[in-house]
């Protein structure tokens, strides 16, 4: 079972440990969240490597072409945002597919089900988190530090 249906299973658990009566999760949300924030994550690591190379230059001039096409860049980045979402949700989001998924998840054995419950947790909220680490550092560079 690999990762991106390991965070649907590990959302189904969580819903499941609850006994709340709903049947279809929201791993698949989970699932387009995790992608933006490791889209965002990279985007945030490359800046800062501009910005530790001596290279800010080339940040700016970036920053610059996108503020001349204020709206455009803004709308530009919400549509491929939106676009990797709905990717997410198009690869994982049927009924089918959660069905398929979760019946493959309950064939496995406790232990099993367990690890990749645990995977899939570990991946969302650690997508969470190195986005949260990389934003803070990028706004401590370019704030505080005076980059």
């Known amino acids: 079972m690999n990762i991106f249906k390991s965070v649907i299973c590990h959302d189904y658990t969580v819903i499941r440990a609850q006994r709340q009566p709903q049947f279809k999760t929201n791993g698949v949300h989970m699932l387009g969240v995790c992608w933006i924030a490791n889209i965002l994550t990279l985007v945030g690591i490359s800046i800062l490597y501009f910005l ?3 290279r800010k230059n080339d940040v700016y001039d ?13 709308v530009g980045i919400i549509v491929l945002l939106s676009i990797i979402y709905l990717i997410a ?4 989001g049927g009924k089918p597919t959660f069905l398929r998924i979760i019946h493959e ?4 054995d406790q232990e099993s089900q367990i690890a ?6 570990w991946y969302f909220y650690g997508s969470l988190l190195l986005f949260a680490v990389v934003a803070g550092t990028l706004f401590y560079f370019v704030k505080l530090s005076g980059y």
């Open 52 to 54: 530790l190379t001596n």
């Open 89 to 92: 949700f198009a690869a994982y």
């Open 105 to 108: 998840f309950m064939e496995l």
């Open 62 to 74: 970036l920053l610059f072409e996108i503020h001349y096409w204020e709206l455009a860049g803004r």
């Open 116 to 121: 990749v419950a645990r995977k899939g947790g």
